[in-house]
C-alpha cells in the first residue's frame, strides 16, 4: 500500500463540534434580529432550525439537480431565502428583497463575529503530521472564504495548501464528484491519499476515488476532541 503524503480534513464534525456551534448560532441569530425586527430572541432562534433544515434540502435539491452553474451566487442568493423563512417562522412582514438580502448578511456576519470557537486539540495533531511532510487540505462542503475565515479564527490556515469548499471547485459535496473535483484541482494521486471525516457516506464518496478513509466517531460518554484525536492517532499508526 502506497504510504498518505496528502490529507483531506472535513471541518464540521472534524475540526469543529457542529452540535456546540448550532446553540451559540441560535442564541446570536436572536440576539441581532429581536433588536432591530421585533419578536422575542428565542423566537428568532427557534426559526432558525427548520429554516436551515429547509436550506439544507435546497442544497440537495440543487445538487442532484445537477447543481447550479455558479455555487458561490447560490450561497449567497440563498442565504436571504433563510432568513425569510425565519420572518415567516417568527411572524415577522418579510422585508423587500434587496432589504432581505442585506439583512440575511449582516445576521452571519454578526454570528460569525461573536461566535465563541475553541481551539481543537486536532490542531496540533495537524502540526505533527505537517511537520512529517504530510499535505493538508480541506474538504468541506462550507463556502471557501467561511472555511478560510474559520482556519484564521483558530490560528489553522498556515497548516493548510488549499481550502477546498464546495464553491472552490463548484461541486457539491454530495457525491463523488465533490472528491473526483478535488482530486483533478489539486493533482494529487488519489492513492497517496486519504480523507478524514465524520460522515460515513463522505468516505464512501471518497473511497469511491481511491482515496482512503479515516472516520470520526464518538463513542457513548466520549468527548469531541477525545474522538478527533483518536480518528488522527489512527492516521498517524498508519504513516508510520
Known amino acids: 500500500m502506497s504510504p498518505i503524503e496528502v490529507l483531506f480534513v472535513d471541518k464540521g464534525g472534524v475540526l469543529v463540534d457542529n452540535t456546540a456551534l448550532s446553540v451559540q448560532w441560535r442564541r446570536l441569530i436572536g440576539e441581532f434580529l429581536a433588536p432591530r425586527l421585533g419578536g422575542r430572541h428565542e423566537e428568532w432562534g ?9 436550506q439544507w434540502e435546497r442544497f440537495q435539491r440543487a445538487a442532484a439537480a ?3 452553474a455558479d455555487i458561490r451566487g447560490f450561497f449567497a442568493k440563498d442565504a436571504r431565502q433563510w ?4 420572518c415567516d417562522g417568527v411572524g415577522i412582514e418579510r422585508p423587500p428583497d ?3 438580502g442585506a439583512i440575511a448578511a449582516d445576521t452571519v456576519s454578526y454570528v460569525k463575529a461573536h461566535l465563541n470557537i475553541p481551539v481543537p486539540r486536532a490542531i496540533d495533531a495537524l502540526r505533527a503530521l505537517r511537520a512529517r511532510d504530510v499535505v493538508l487540505h480541506t474538504a468541506s462542503a462550507d463556502a471557501h472564504d ?3 475565515e474559520f482556519l484564521e479564527r483558530i490560528g489553522g490556515r498556515d497548516l493548510f495548501d488549499r481550502v ?3 464553491d472552490l471547485v463548484n461541486t457539491w459535496k454530495f457525491g ?3 472528491y473526483r473535483a478535488v482530486l483533478a484541482d489539486s493533482g494529487v494521486d488519489p492513492v497517496r491519499a486519504a480523507v478524514v471525516d465524520d460522515s460515513p457516506q463522505a468516505l464512501e464518496w471518497a473511497r469511491e476515488c481511491g482515496l482512503r478513509g ?7 460518554g466520549e468527548g469531541f476532541d477525545d474522538a478527533v484525536m483518536r480518528t488522527f492517532d489512527d492516521v498517524a499508526r498508519v504513516i508510520d
Not at 427557534?46 to 429547509?54: E, I, S, T, Y
Open 214 to 220: 479515516f472516520l470520526v466517531e464518538r463513542r457513548d
Open 98 to 100: 434587496g432589504v432581505a
Open 176 to 178: 463523488p464528484d465533490y
Open 164 to 166: 477546498y469548499g464546495s
Open 46 to 54: 427557534a426559526a432558525n432550525l427548520p429554516a436551515f433544515q429547509r
Open 83 to 86: 432568513f425569510l423563512d425565519m
Open 146 to 148: 467561511d472555511l478560510v
Open 66 to 68: 445537477g447543481g447550479p
